[in-house]
């Protein structure tokens, strides 16, 4: 369902249906908080603007429309209701969908979804880090603080979070010492990339059965 309400934001437009409003997202969904005051350079969001994305809620069957994005800093989705910024909290939502995307909500945390499935999910987590550049004092102008991103890939596996190294030989050592053999073959012949989440789905699904993990 989408908003009642067309409300032009920093965030874009949210737009909604009857039945739900921004005062149940306020209410139910979300918290207020403020952002750090301190002047980093960078964006710290996923993506470069704010996109429409579907929330797919753990206690209710009716999916709702927003307009939001998801805070690299703060972990958490934004979305803003013209006067203050609000969290999407995990522990409501089971899922948040973008047209390219999916992020999905695992131990009151959310993770990209590269594979969910009954069997496992392969979970990229995505964040940011600031740094302070290095600078000569007296010489130069102390930089701003900056935004680094980095990425992991894990699998959540029998209840358990395992980090996933993107190095052939780790991938292998995650199952059974048995069939080895095969997923060398099978890795090869398909050109499996450990940098490539799709490759990486394929090497999972197709060997899940064998998970020693």
């Known amino acids: 369902m989408l908003f009642s309400q067309v409300t032009s934001t920093e965030f874009g437009n949210i737009s909604t249906d009857i039945g739900l409003d921004l005062s149940y997202i306020k209410r139910e969904l979300s918290m207020p908080y403020k952002s750090n ?4 350079a960078g964006n710290k969001y996923f993506y470069k603007e704010p ?32 006067s203050e ?8 939502i089971k899922k948040v969908i973008f047209p390219d995307k999916e992020f999905v909500s695992i131990d009151n945390k959310f993770y990209e ?7 496992f999910s392969l979970l990229a987590d ?9 600078y000569t004092p007296g010489i130069q ?15 959540y596996y029998k ?12 991938l292998i050592s995650m199952f059974n010492k048995n069939v080895a053999k095969e997923i060398n073959t099978f890795m090869k012949k398909n050109k499996i990339s450990p940098r490539d989440n799709d490759e990486l789905k394929s090497l999972f699904n197709e060997f899940h059965s064998s998970l020693n993990r």
């Open 141 to 155: 102008d102390k930089p701003d603080p900056k935004y680094r991103k980095k990425n992991s890939v894990l699998l």
């Open 85 to 92: 910024t609000l969290k999407l909290l995990p522990n409501k």
């Open 159 to 170: 209840d358990r979070f395992n980090y996933v190294e993107r190095r052939k030989s780790f």
């Open 113 to 119: 979804a590269i594979e969910v499935n009954d069997n």
């Open 37 to 40: 005051r301190l002047n980093i």
């Open 51 to 82: 996109s429409n994305a579907t929330l797919i809620l753990i206690e209710e069957e009716t999916p709702i429309n927003v307009v939001t994005n998801y805070n690299l800093l703060e972990q958490t989705f934004d979305v803003f209701d013209g």
């Open 126 to 134: 995505t964040y940011l880090e600031i740094y302070f550049p290095e």
